[in-house]
């Protein structure tokens, strides 16, 4: 089993920046892809972006691609989410999951953080 806690999440004024980190533990981090997901108020969760065991794949829903950036530091088990140029409808609850395979996917995780909040004002 993989456990995940996530952090760095707070309140910004749009256009600015933030970046979230997702500590892991378990011995078999290295070997899994990790996504990050994000749900706002009365909405469904929704894929943010994802990256491959290794850290040379990642995937990213076209809104995100320019802004965010996915990026992991297995040594320290941990995942990076950096937000730049945010707007207000990035505002949302933010969760980091683990698929217990290393290939990206925008579904199918296995375990998941309880999410940090991200709260963007205009």
């Known amino acids: 089993q993989v456990q995940l806690v996530e952090s760095g999440g707070g309140l910004v004024q749009a256009g600015g920046s933030l970046r979230l980190s997702c500590a892991a533990s378990?011995?078999?981090?290295?070997?899994?892809?990790m996504g990050w997901f994000r749900q706002a108020p009365g909405k469904e969760r929704e894929f943010v972006a994802a990256?491959?065991?290794?850290?040379?794949?990642?995937h990213y829903v076209d809104s995100m691609k320019g802004r965010f950036t996915i990026s992991r530091d297995n040594a320290k088990k941990t995942v990076y989410l950096q937000m730049n140029s945010l707007k207000s409808e990035d505002t949302a609850v933010y969760y980091c999951?683990?698929?217990?395979?290393?290939?990206?996917?925008?579904?199918?995780?296995?375990?998941w953080g309880q999410g940090t909040q991200v709260s963007v004002s205009s």
């Open positions: 378990g011995r078999t981090f290295s070997n899994y892809a």
């Open positions: 990256i491959s065991w290794g850290g040379t794949i990642t």
């Open positions: 999951a683990a698929r217990s395979a290393g290939v990206v996917r925008t579904t199918d995780y296995d375990y």
